[in-house]
């Protein structure tokens, strides 16, 4: 029952010093799915054993090209690979067109079934998608052309109980749902035992949330409130601020600012800037306002948990 992401790209704008442009492959359960798919996506599944067949969805955040020109590739490799298996895309406006253009182009026609939904929404949060074992949802982000954020949620899996203890008091089979839902329980000398004695693990459903690219808004914490894992571009330092509102950008400052605001379990820092060779720095200014801040380092993978 993993949940985890998978860095593929990490870089912003172009490929430099060993980064590429936006992508990582999203494990839910065993069910797979692909955010962002940068130039050289398939290259780096392949340098990272990730099996690129069983990806059920794609879900590109924008259109600006670091962050979907490696689809292209990917759907006609699907049709080399005989693949049968429909495939979902989702995407801002214009992707149904765009994906039509550069396939019809080369007048070959996909042999599997591909499925585009364009999210075309400018305010609050929506579920687009749901299957056996995640929930995705959403919400605008503020960039130079529409451009969305993601939740990635896990289905709420049920509390185990321990079957032996139960059997030990003589629970009764009919109280044992209100325990799992957190009721306490007294036995027939009166004893009480709460249901955390019971419970073998509490889990709650895994949140991870991936904003890039954007400009700093203050109501980013409120789409992001409370997620375990939390990406956030952070294409320039602070020391770049102004380039960063220019080019409606983030800095790894306000980055951090927004995983604070939002009470974020961990802070993953992406999307960096060619300008920077070494990412010490990022590092160093985001954990100054959120200490608990990573870098996504490609070939890396990050658990929600
Ligand atoms: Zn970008
Ligand atoms: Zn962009």
Redesign the pocket.
Same mark, same amino acid.
């Given at each position: 029952m993993e949940f985890n992401v998978l860095i593929l790209g990490s870089n912003s704008a172009l490929p430099a010093h060993g980064r590429h442009p936006s992508a990582q492959l999203i494990n839910i359960h065993d069910q797979f799915y692909l955010m962002d798919c940068g130039e050289g996506t398939q290259m780096q599944l392949d340098r990272y054993d990730a099996k690129k067949s069983r990806i059920e969805c794609v879900f590109i955040s924008?259109l @600006?090209g670091?962050?979907y020109f490696g689809l292209f590739g990917l759907l006609t490799t699907y049709n080399l690979m005989q693949r049968t298996q429909p495939l979902k895309v989702f995407g801002p406006l214009g992707l149904k067109k765009m994906i039509a253009t550069v396939i019809h182009g080369t007048g070959n026609e996909l042999k599997y079934e591909l499925e585009i939904v364009e999210l075309d929404f400018e305010d609050g949060a929506q579920l687009i998608f749901e299957d056996r074992e995640a929930r995705v949802v959403a919400f605008p982000l503020q @960039?130079?052309i529409p451009?969305y954020g993601f939740i990635f949620e896990e289905k709420k899996v049920r509390v185990k109980l321990d079957g032996r203890l139960l059997d030990q008091h003589k629970v009764p089979e009919g109280m044992r749902e209100d325990i799992r839902a957190g009721k306490d329980f007294t036995d027939e000398n009166g004893k009480r035992y709460p249901a955390s004695y019971f419970q073998l693990e509490q889990i709650t459903p895994g949140r991870y949330a991936y904003c890039s690219?954007t400009r700093y808004f203050e109501k980013l914490a409120d789409y992001v409130k409370g997620v375990d894992l939390f990406y956030h571009e952070a294409t320039f330092l602070d020391s770049e601020k102004e380039r960063a509102e220019k080019t409606l950008h983030a800095t790894a400052r306000q980055a951090a600012e927004t995983a604070k605001n939002a009470e974020v379990g961990r802070l993953l820092l992406g999307h960096f800037s060619s300008r920077y060779k070494s990412l010490n720095d990022f590092s160093k200014e985001a954990k100054s306002v959120f200490p608990h801040t990573y870098l996504a380092v490609e070939g890396d993978v990050f658990s929600i948990d």
């Amino acid at each position: 029952m993993e949940f985890n992401v998978l860095i593929l790209g990490s870089n912003s704008a172009l490929p430099a010093h060993g980064r590429h442009p936006s992508a990582q492959l999203i494990n839910i359960h065993d069910q797979f799915y692909l955010m962002d798919c940068g130039e050289g996506t398939q290259m780096q599944l392949d340098r990272y054993d990730a099996k690129k067949s069983r990806i059920e969805c794609v879900f590109i955040s924008h259109l @600006h090209g670091d962050h979907y020109f490696g689809l292209f590739g990917l759907l006609t490799t699907y049709n080399l690979m005989q693949r049968t298996q429909p495939l979902k895309v989702f995407g801002p406006l214009g992707l149904k067109k765009m994906i039509a253009t550069v396939i019809h182009g080369t007048g070959n026609e996909l042999k599997y079934e591909l499925e585009i939904v364009e999210l075309d929404f400018e305010d609050g949060a929506q579920l687009i998608f749901e299957d056996r074992e995640a929930r995705v949802v959403a919400f605008p982000l503020q @960039h130079r052309i529409p451009t969305y954020g993601f939740i990635f949620e896990e289905k709420k899996v049920r509390v185990k109980l321990d079957g032996r203890l139960l059997d030990q008091h003589k629970v009764p089979e009919g109280m044992r749902e209100d325990i799992r839902a957190g009721k306490d329980f007294t036995d027939e000398n009166g004893k009480r035992y709460p249901a955390s004695y019971f419970q073998l693990e509490q889990i709650t459903p895994g949140r991870y949330a991936y904003c890039s690219d954007t400009r700093y808004f203050e109501k980013l914490a409120d789409y992001v409130k409370g997620v375990d894992l939390f990406y956030h571009e952070a294409t320039f330092l602070d020391s770049e601020k102004e380039r960063a509102e220019k080019t409606l950008h983030a800095t790894a400052r306000q980055a951090a600012e927004t995983a604070k605001n939002a009470e974020v379990g961990r802070l993953l820092l992406g999307h960096f800037s060619s300008r920077y060779k070494s990412l010490n720095d990022f590092s160093k200014e985001a954990k100054s306002v959120f200490p608990h801040t990573y870098l996504a380092v490609e070939g890396d993978v990050f658990s929600i948990d």
